[in-house]
């Protein structure tokens, strides 16, 4: 899951109702509104369909025009102030939404327009460089404070019963989606003595929990309201600070998808452009409005930026590739005859007998060895899959 982050008056309920806003092509995916602030959002990736000239029959996901729409959950985190990480506003809400987050977007009004708290401010007024920094920082802080609960009785625990520190800490930090090879990557960066935690100054740990968290939270930057004429000077100052920046104008995204649902124009979620379908239904205003759009946004940037951070969220923080499991090597099907039924998301390194479990925990216990559907060669259980793998799967056991 992928948590939409920044601190008030940004965009990020714009961006998220935008990026939840299902295409009219497809049916709204059966669990579409989980909570008032948390839904489906699709990602977007090339379908293998075409290459393997097949007509494909999605089942978990959408394929339009040889795009295969693939659904993710996305969540509108609360806004966040300074000392959030102190229980201030809506601080404890805002971290318990970071908690199970695996990935971050962090929506920034690069046209600084919103002060340090999200209060409206002349245009160019607020440095956006400055509420990264800050969101950085909270977030750290927050980490801080639950690692430091308890550090004493752990460093005693890890020095004289000689318990290991990763270990204890995985514990420790289950619920926050921190994994174990988080908390090696964190002690190999500081280069920190895990069997001396005593040791550790407040700095240490500030530093380690820092290191933990760009590990375990990885983060990219939507800079926000590109549409404004001062946000074009801060997007470089943002790109400085060596996150990846997606240039963003979630409002366009928005009036864009409302168009598309009406019929109005025809407009895919990560298109360059736009085609009017329907010119005698819009009115002046809605004309001359969507051209803004087309001349402040997707000319200069090449698209609203929505769909392109969601999609970076997953394939470059996260890693992720997309396998499609069949289980008809040859006509690329599943048991009802439907042709490249499913596309998995998976974490880059995944193997296929891990993906195997992923479909079905049965067809990964009978798993004997998965095929490539396009070379038919067989692929043994480490076999590494790769991004647009067309995998078979034979198992022991036949499900039924
Ligand atoms: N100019 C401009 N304004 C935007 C954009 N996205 C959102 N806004 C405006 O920013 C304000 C705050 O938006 P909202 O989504 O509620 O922000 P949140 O508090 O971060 O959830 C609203 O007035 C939006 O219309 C954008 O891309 N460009
Ligand atoms: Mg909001």
Redesign the pocket.
């Known amino acids: 899951m992928v948590g939409i982050v920044?601190k008030?008056?940004?965009?990020?309920?714009?961006?998220f109702v935008a990026a939840t806003l299902a295409p009219a092509e497809i049916a709204p995916y059966p669990f579409t509104t989980i909570k008032p602030n948390r839904g489906v959002a699709y990602l977007r990736v090339k379908c293998v369909c075409r290459e393997l000239g097949v007509q494909d029959n999605p089942v978990n996901s959408a394929c339009i025009n040889g795009n295969r729409l693939i659904p993710v959950e996305l969540i509108?985190c609360a806004?966040l102030v300074p000392d959030a990480w102190r229980g201030r506003g809506l601080g404890n809400r805002f971290l318990d939404e970071v908690r199970k987050a695996d990935a971050l977007i962090h929506?920034v009004d690069a046209?600084g327009s919103t002060d340090i708290e999200?209060r409206p401010c002349r245009p160019g007024e607020h440095d956006p460089v400055e509420d990264v920094r800050f969101l950085e920082r909270e977030i750290t802080m927050w980490m801080v404070q639950i690692i430091k609960r308890d550090w004493r009785k752990l460093s005693r625990r890890v020095e004289l019963l000689g318990e290991k520190l990763v270990g204890a800490l995985e514990k420790r930090l289950s619920g926050l989606a921190v994994k174990r090879h988080h908390i090696v990557e964190a002690l190999r960066r500081t280069g920190l003595d895990p069997n001396r935690p005593s040791s550790w100054s407040d700095e240490d740990l500030y530093s380690f929990t820092d290191e933990l968290r760009k590990a375990s939270k990885p983060m990219l930057i939507a800079a926000?309201?590109?549409?404004?004429p001062t946000a074009e000077e801060n997007l470089g100052r943002l790109r400085e600070t060596g996150y990846l920046v997606v240039p963003?104008?979630?409002?366009?995204e928005l009036a864009l998808r409302r168009a598309a649902e009406k019929g109005l124009i025809r407009y895919l979620p990560g298109d360059p452009d736009f085609e009017v379908l329907e010119p005698s239904k819009l009115g002046p205003e809605q004309e001359r409005a969507l051209e803004v759009i087309r001349e402040r946004v997707l000319a200069r940037y090449g698209s609203t930026g929505v769909q392109e951070a969601i999609n970076s969220a997953y394939f470059d923080l996260l890693g992720a590739i997309t396998v499609y499991p069949v289980e008809d090597p040859e006509r690329l099907c599943d048991h009802q005859g439907r042709v490249l039924p499913d596309a998995y998301v998976v974490p880059g390194g995944t193997t296929a007998r891990e993906l195997a479990y992923m479909i079905h925990t049965e067809l990964g216990e009978t798993f004997i060895y998965a095929i490539d559907a396009r070379t038919k060669r067989r692929l043994g259980e480490d076999y590494v899959l790769k991004d647009g793998d067309v995998i078979s799967i034979v198992s022991a056991k036949k499900r039924g």
């Open positions: 920044g008030p008056n940004v965009g990020k309920t714009t961006f509108d806004g929506v046209s999200g926000n309201k590109m549409d404004m963003c104008c979630a409002e366009a």
